[in-house]
């Protein structure tokens, strides 16, 4: 049972435009939501975090929304640049503290 | 160290020998987490150490899988009579402990790849 679904293997967008990653939750207990990006060979990087309690979030060129009546959630960043090509995960966190995290959406932003 | 140290990098082991991976969290971080993520998955949870609580092995695949975090500090993954599903790479991740965001972030270290022949 998946509790957290990036549906979005892949996403490809041009340079200066916007990306938007998309996440859907089954679990309402989650109270904290958090995206990471990751690069090869290396461990993911915390980006930015929402509480459940909050419908946006914004930190420079990144902006999370969070729908809790759709469980949905989704991470904007714009204007995409070439060095955002990466894997970006969604997660939520458990009772235990513990992220549960999405299988992650491959970001390419093209010059 | 300034971040989350794991080693070694890289292990290549054959099938049915025993491994240990070994993380070092971030100072005065109480929690630790263990991950791995297998090919073209996402993160799977394993283990995760607070304090000195007992702590919580509700993501352990089997019981080839144990862990244990001495001094409340440095964590020993230990894989027993690995198999080839247990190639995977294998991430440690601490946080400190409270309520808000600033206290729930996990930092990651760079994780340890593991292939089982």
């Known amino acids: 049972d998946q509790q957290v679904k990036q549906n979005s293997p892949s996403l490809s967008v041009q340079e200066g435009r916007i990306s938007i990653l998309n996440c859907d939750y089954t679990?309402?207990?989650?109270?904290?939501f958090l995206w990471y990006k990751k690069y090869p060979a290396e461990g993911p990087t915390f980006l930015i975090s929402?509480?459940?309690?909050?419908d946006k979030n914004e930190d420079g060129r990144f902006t999370v929304f969070l729908n809790k009546s759709a469980k949905h959630l989704s991470l904007h960043i714009v204007p995409s640049q070439p060095g955002d090509s990466a894997v970006y995960f969604c997660?939520?966190?458990?009772?235990?503290?513990?992220?549960?995290f999405g299988k992650g959406t491959k970001l390419s932003v093209k010059p | 160290g300034a971040g989350v140290s794991q080693s070694p990098s890289n292990k290549v082991t054959e099938k049915g020998k025993d491994v240990e991976l070994r993380c070092d969290p971030i100072?005065?971080?109480?929690?630790l987490y263990w991950y791995r993520q297998s090919l073209g998955q996402g993160l799977e949870f394993l283990i995760y150490?607070?304090?000195?609580?007992?702590?919580?092995k509700s993501g352990l695949p089997s019981d080839r899988f144990s862990a244990e975090r001495t001094g409340g500090s440095v964590s020993t993954l230990t894989i027993q009579r690995t198999q080839q599903e247990d190639s995977a790479v294998y991430l440690c991740?601490?946080?400190?402990?409270?309520?808000?965001?600033?206290?729930?972030?996990?930092?990651f270290g760079a994780g340890t790849r593991l292939s089982v022949l």
């Open positions: 997660a939520g966190r458990g009772s235990q503290g513990n992220l549960i």
């Open positions: 929402i509480s459940s309690i909050k």
């Open positions: 679990n309402s207990m989650f109270d904290y």
């Open positions: 991740a601490s946080s400190l402990v409270g309520t808000g965001e600033v206290k729930n972030i996990q930092y």
């Open positions: 150490f607070q304090g000195n609580s007992a702590p919580d």
């Open positions: 100072s005065g971080h109480t929690a």
